[in-house]
Nanobody, 115 residues
Framework: QVQLVESGGGLVQPGGSLRLSCAYS????????MGWYRQAPGKQRELVARIPSGGSTSYADSVKGRFTIARDNAKNTVYLQMNSLKPEDTAVYYCNSLILARVYWGQGTQVTVSS
């Protein structure tokens, strides 16, 4: 069984930065594909960034050049560094894990970008 716990959300002004963290508890974090998704009010959940166990990262076009996903296999944690935040980045951000053909989700953390 895998559990994911996000942290680091909050209120930030446009142009500001936040770093989200996702703590993974369970088996074999090092082989899991980890991702961050977000869901804004009235919209579908969308992929923000993904980092496989040993491959290259990928990003939604809307966040390329502003967001960076990284993982620390020693700490079983994945991060999302978000810079140059915009009001349209406001959403609940969810951590996601794909391991051994099973998908797991965190509970989500709210990010609000507003002046």
């Amino acid at each position: 069984q895998v559990q994911l716990v996000e942290s680091g959300g909050g209120l930030v002004q446009p142009g500001g930065s936040l770093r989200l963290s996702c703590a993974y508890s369970g088996t074999r974090f090092s082989i899991a594909t980890m991702g961050w998704y977000r869901q804004a009010p009235g919209k579908q959940r969308e992929l923000v960034a993904r980092i496989p166990s040993g491959g290259s990262t990928s990003y939604a076009d809307s966040v390329k050049g502003r967001f960076t996903i990284a993982r620390d296999n020693a700490k079983n944690t994945v991060y999302l560094q978000m810079n140059s935040l915009k009001p349209e980045d406001t959403a609940v951000y969810y951590c996601n894990s794909l391991i051994l053909a099973r998908v797991y989700w965190g509970q989500g953390t709210q990010v609000t970008v507003s002046s």
